[in-house]
């Protein structure tokens, strides 16, 4: 029996990365408010330890069957991603479903914006203790990566040196830590610079080296320099979410210098570059969306239950504002009945081979005899293999002897597809393998993306309809409902395909019927009104 | 365009001040944004009496980025390549700022110099080698800087090709009694160098039979 490294799920990073894909769905991210959710898609797929090996090798003959089953329905989950679960239907899976499975996960979506009100609030909480301005202790938060527990310890530790450190006050001044507080504060060297912009004749700025009249900046140490080079540090700056400070000296720039010196909100995306670096540093309990363009950012609060889904080979999956499911282990798109492991096989054997694989598949043929890989670079159709020096015909693939003098007879059309290629070497054999599975995979993915497309089509025309046409606003909702509910319904009977309890697959095997019999009457009555439009001739095909 | 002025005004400030003893100086006058700087190695270091140079290059939105430098001369020094040149320095990646100059960072360069950083090493052979056996470390590093950079016993040694075994700080009787063994010189140097062994103490029978089957592979 022929070993393979991986399993066949329709994952791929492209799908993800489809620069289309995101608009379908109408961005939710801006919206202020935390929504919570409670994870129900995870179905019951215990799973029989003598089906699933811990590890990702896989003997596919076993099951060879269902893993056909599993890519193509796996597949139309892949076309519905821009589905979701209709609530009532959502609610029966759940019940029927989570029973002796996995914990809920309980998360909630964010955005960075969210995250960023949150340390705000907090630092509310913290202004009491600290008795500073809050725009200080935001440096300080933003400089301890957010992180409150140390800040305090170190706060109470040696809060002076804090200070200077991180470039709230100068070495010289006691605390004097903001704009407010410096004017009573007596300077000890005397001439005490004022923070801000100041217009200067004839500046020569040691950075650009000009000699100009132009607005300057500084803070209280007095590194004074033009305005453009401010803003060009700045700009440089603000992407990697540190605390800005003068450039000459560790004296840190607030929110406010920033803005001050930029002329709009650049504080903003400091701060958004922080709270970046803040998720990137949490990356067990922070993810982002993988979705391209997507801002959501899913908040695992209690990882423990992670481990378990693991153990049972379940996907932690969650779903973002934006309708986005992913899971939140591997970061792939939902990937149910695989788990991590074999998602994560497949992915790696796809995207090292797929190059190579796509190259080979397009340029060359494999030789009838002993199926090395044949690149026809020029000459006759009359081939002779490099390697067994089997003679053959390039067009048909069979023995070159019977082609005698009566060249290219094998051109003409035959519709029998029939191929008795026999692998003799167990290498070819599992490149087949993989390269069929390939096949299937990419076969898929391409349909999934061009019925997504379809999907948009059709629900731009709805809209149209609607607009244009004496459609009633009821008649327009039903077919975007239908097609909604359609998708909907398609993921739930893949959703019922994870179940591999023989128990759980009995008592779902009526649902399941149910829910295909559902499909179906969906898709006619889809194709029914899309029909009956057409008749009453509100519609004109196009193409 | 403050660049160029920039640039010009840096060059003037290292020609006014010769007493730093360094050198800042076009390529080629078409192109201003490549230049070698040099410097003296810091007295009392391995380096003395060296001569540094520097590959200087400035990006376009210099002085808000730092320049690329790495050393045209071989140094033998834990945060420096001893292949390549490039530097380890964190003013010249993160920590840069626009205040810094090109003359300020050769300064850096020549304080690098003087006090290796050989946790944060670019070069991990010689960051070893200083760590473990300094006396050893230094001898070499000297040696390099002879070679390498114009040191004092430059002219005592032109022509000569150095010992292969020195360049690497590796003791010459380790590497003998390899040879004794019948092994090729250039094969003992390299498998050496790869175990980051400089020298041995004759009963570290494991060490020796690990060098052994390298060498045999």
């Not at chain 1, 479903?97 to 809920?104: A, D, I, K, T, Y």
């Not at chain 1, 006759?380 to 009566?406: L, V």
Request: hydrophobic share 30%.
């Amino acid at each position: 029996m022929t070993q393979m490294k991986s399993k066949t799920t329709p994952i791929t990073s492209d799908y993800i990365d489809d620069p289309n894909y995101e608009k379908v769905h109408n961005p939710i991210f801006d919206s202020e408010n935390i929504s919570s959710f409670t994870l129900t898609e995870i179905t019951d797929h215990k799973t029989d330890s003598g089906v699933l090996s811990q590890d990702s090798e896989f003997e596919i003959e076993d099951f060879a069957y269902s893993d056909d089953e599993f890519v193509y329905d796996d597949e139309e989950n892949n076309e519905t991603y821009d589905s979701m679960l209709s609530q009532p239907i959502k609610q029966i899976t759940k019940k029927e479903m989570s029973e002796g499975s996995v914990p809920n996960l309980n998360y909630e979506v964010l955005t960075t914006q969210n995250i960023f009100k949150n340390m705000l609030s907090r630092l509310d909480h913290l202004q009491p203790v600290f008795n500073i301005p809050r725009e200080d202790i935001l440096l300080l938060m933003q400089h301890y990566d957010w992180n409150e527990e140390r800040l305090l310890e170190n706060w109470t530790e040696r809060m002076d040196e804090l200070l200077v450190e991180i470039g709230v006050s100068q070495k010289t001044s006691a605390v004097a830590t903001s704009l407010e507080k410096k004017a009573e504060n007596p300077d000890i060297s005397g001439v005490k610079t004022k923070r801000g912009i100041a217009f200067k004749q004839s500046f020569e700025c040691i950075i650009c080296c000009e000699d100009k009249d132009t607005q300057t900046f500084s803070l209280e140490c007095g590194h004074e320099y033009c305005i453009d080079c401010y803003r060009h540090y700045i700009e440089n700056k603000l992407h990697n979410g540190n605390v800005i400070t003068c450039m000459d000296c560790s004296l840190a720039l607030k929110n406010i210098d920033i803005d001050t010196v930029m002329g709009h909100d650049s504080s903003k995306k400091l701060m958004a570059s922080s709270i970046k670096s803040f998720i990137q540093k949490h990356n067990k309990n922070y993810k982002w969306c993988p979705y391209a363009d997507c801002k959501c950012i899913i908040h695992l609060k209690d990882t423990s239950s992670l481990a378990e889904y693991t153990r049972l080979h379940f996907s932690p999956f969650v779903k973002c504002d934006a309708e986005h499911r992913f899971c939140f282990n591997c970061g792939f798109e939902t990937h149910a009945p695989a788990d991590c492991n074999v998602t994560n096989a497949w992915v790696k054997k796809a995207k090292k081979e797929s190059e190579n694989l796509n190259w080979v598949m397009s340029h060359t043929k494999e030789c009838p005899k002993c199926g090395v890989n044949i690149e026809k670079d020029g000459g006759c159709n009359h081939m002779k293999c490099s390697s067994c020096k089997y003679e053959f015909c390039w067009i048909c693939e069979g023995d070159w002897a019977p082609h005698g003098k009566s060249f290219y007879q094998c051109t003409l059309y035959t519709n029998d597809e029939k191929s008795k290629k026999k692998e003799s070497e167990d290498l070819s054999k599992i490149m087949k393998k993989y390269t069929f599975y390939y096949r299937v995979f990419n076969e898929h993915e391409i349909s999934a993306k061009l019925d997504w497309k379809l999907g948009q089509t059709i629900g731009s025309k709805v809209r149209a309809l609607q607009e244009k046409m004496d459609v009633s606003w009821i008649e327009g909702q039903f077919l975007t409902d239908s097609i909604k509910i359609l998708n909907e319904a398609v993921e739930d009977l893949s959703e019922l395909l994870q179940i591999k309890d023989p128990e759980q697959i009995m008592k779902n095997k009526l649902e399941f019927y149910n829910k295909s019999g559902y499909v179906e009457n969906r898709m006619y009555a889809l194709m029914e009104c899309g029909r009956d439009l057409l008749c009453k001739g509100i519609c004109k095909p196009t193409d | 365009m403050s660049r160029a002025k920039r640039i010009m005004k840096e060059m003037q400030a290292v020609k006014d001040d010769p007493e730093a003893h360094i050198t800042l100086e076009f390529v080629s006058e078409s192109d201003i944004h490549h230049l070698k700087g040099s410097f003296l190695g810091p007295p009392g270091t391995p380096y003395e009496n060296g001569t540094f140079i520097v590959d200087i290059e400035v990006p376009m939105e210099y002085p808000f980025k730092p320049p690329k430098m790495k050393f045209d001369t071989k140094v033998y020094h834990p945060n420096v390549s001893s292949v390549t040149g490039a530097i380890c320095l964190d003013i010249l990646k993160n920590a840069w700022s626009p205040v810094i100059t090109l003359k300020s960072a050769l300064i850096s360069l020549q304080a690098l110099l003087q006090s290796p950083e050989p946790n944060d090493p670019q070069d991990a052979e010689v960051a070893q080698h200083y760590l473990k056996d300094r006396e050893s470390f230094n001898k070499t590093a000297a040696l390099w800087t002879q070679l390498y950079a114009g040191g004092d016993a430059a002219a005592a040694n032109n022509g000569a090709d150095p010992d292969e075994a020195d360049l690497y700080g590796i003791s010459q009787e380790l590497v003998q009694e390899f040879e004794s063994q019948g092994f090729q010189k250039d094969r003992i140097i390299e498998v050496l160098r790869r175990l980051g062994i400089k020298s041995l103490s004759p009963d570290d029978n494991d060490t020796v039979n690990r060098v052994i089957e390298e060498l045999l592979e």
